[in-house]
Structures are given as structure tokens and as C-alpha cells.
């Protein structure tokens, strides 16, 4: 059954990196029970054919304010993201869901391997910090693939929760192209390639998770084994 439509109002908009706004939203009519890693749409009214529905991760894990927390990147002459780039404190928006199955598998799953290119680790960083909130982390592997060093996304924050938490490791890589995955694939290597104990989600564009996806069932992994999150 589809999730019911409600309207939105607009808390604040922040930008993040010189390409990516955070936009937090309160819903008006009821909270919005979601997991983390799932997502909500969006209806602007802009487009061809409007509303046009446009697919926003959840970067913050669900608060007692019931504030829902997204990040969007500018794509040069993007509709949806030159619409929410003119709101402002006080803008009212439609919104509906959750939805999606990209949600850790397991409550006491181990050996996280999460690996997200760009906005493809808001997701991801919604699942580690629900994660730290209830205690140490368990072990958890963030590889994180960035266009360019000004578009490292939440770069700070995780390296002050990899020096607080022995058990997170994060790992910065930069690569302007997204179909070449071979620092990601060598990081991947070092990590997997000595066995199957680790639970692999990939978020990203698909030129960038598929190939990934791949990867892994090369090295023995089933295809349902591997979670996978795509954008376009």
C-alpha cells in the first residue's frame, strides 16, 4: 500500500560541501516512522508534468523532535534541486514514505563493509549513527568514494568517530570518475578477499555500485548477500 502524502514544513537548509545542501523537514500531520537507510519522496511542483517525485536518503536516524533530515546534490540545471535550493525556512513542501529496503539485515550483524560514493553515504551515515547511539560500534568498515576533495561528505565526522571508536575504520578515497572503481576494488580486496565474514551494502549511482556488486560475487558472495542502493 503507498504511504499517505502530508505536507512538510521547511527547518533549514545547510550547505554541507560546495555541491550538497542538508534540508530538515517536520512533518505536519503525523511522524514518519522510518529505518535506517530508507528513504522519503518528495512531490515539487515543478517539471513537465508536475509534481515531479524526486527520492531523498534520510540522513539523520529517527529523533523525538520527529524531524526527517535529507541531503541533496546540484546538478547543473536540475529541476528538483534548483526547486529546493530556492526554499527557505518557513516553505511548506509534500512529502511521503518511508520506503525502501536498504536496512541493515541484522540487528547484531558484524563486520560491516559499507561502501558509498558521494551522497550515496547518507544513507550509510544514518545506519552508523543510529549504530553509535546505542553503544560501541560493532566492527564497521566505511569506505567512502568522493568526486574531489572539497565534496568529502560528513569527512570530519567520521574521522572523529574512527579515533573514538576502535572498532569503526574509515576510508577516504577521491575519484572524479565513478566507473573507476580500482582503489575501491583494491580497498574492498584487502578487507574480503581472506573470507566471506563481512556484510557488504554499497550505495551509489549505478555505473558505481553495480561493477561493485560484481566484485564481490567474483570473490564468492551471492547476489543477495551483497545490499545495494542506487540513484539514477
Known sequence: ?????QIADILSLTALTPHTTELVLRPIEQPVSFRPGQWVSLQLPVGDHPPLNRAYSLAEP???TGHLTLVFD??????GSGYLSSLKPGDRIPLSGPYGHFTLPDPDSKNLLLIGRYSGLVPLRCMIRSLARQGPLPSTTLIAQAPSPAEQLYHEEFITLAASQP????????????????????AIK?????????????????????????????????????????YD
Do not use: W
Open 1 to 5: 500500500m503507498a504511504e499517505p502524502t
Open 62 to 64: 529517527p529523533s523525538p
Open 74 to 79: 546540484h546538478v547543473p540545471g536540475g529541476k
Open 167 to 186: 572498532s569503526f575504520c574509515y576510508l577516504p578515497l577521491v575519484n572524479e570518475d565513478p566507473t573507476n572503481n580500482a582503489t575501491t576494488v583494491a
Open 190 to 230: 584487502q578487507i574480503a578477499v581472506k573470507g566471506r565474514n563481512v556484510t557488504p551494502m554499497i550505495a551509489g549511482i549505478k555505473s558505481f555500485a553495480r561493477p561493485l556488486r560484481t566484485f564481490f560475487m567474483e570473490l564468492g558472495f551471492d547476489r543477495r548477500e551483497v545490499k545495494l542502493e542506487t
